[in-house]
């Protein structure tokens, strides 16, 4: 059974840092895009960034771009989204989501995790 587990979200200021993980398990997910959603109360599910399993190059939505960096760790199955210079406009769940049938995530991902909470106070 596939599972993806994020950890890292909670509370920080505005100008915080932190830095979500999310743990892959029931297959190797080397050759699998890998990314991050989020989604703010009221308002669609949009893409945050995603890394490629082939060469780890990367994606970012204009609003993160410079702010925020997603990296991958084949070894530990594990994908991470340091984010920095946080704004009360990205406070959202912020879900995992991983992809086999292409190089970069789609809209509609195989795999999903559960979300983790990010909430930046202005």
């Known amino acids: 059974q596939v599972q993806l587990v994020e950890s890292g979200g909670g509370l920080v200021q505005t100008g915080g840092s932190l830095r979500l993980s999310c743990a892959a398990s029931?297959?190797?997910?080397?050759?699998?895009?890998m990314g991050w959603f989020r989604q703010a109360p009221g308002k669609e599910r949009e893409f945050v960034a995603d890394i490629r399993g082939i060469d780890s190059r990367t994606s970012y939505a204009d609003s993160v771009k410079g702010r925020f960096t997603i990296s991958r760790d084949n070894a530990k199955n594990t994908v991470y989204l340091q984010m920095n210079s946080l704004k009360p406009e990205d406070t959202a769940v912020y879900y995992c989501?991983?992809?086999?049938?292409?190089?970069?995530?789609?809209?509609?991902?195989?795999?999903w995790g559960q979300g983790t909470q990010v909430t930046v106070s202005s």
């Open positions: 989501a991983a992809d086999s049938r292409g190089s970069w995530l789609p809209n509609r991902p195989d795999y």
């Open positions: 029931g297959r190797t997910f080397s050759s699998y895009a």
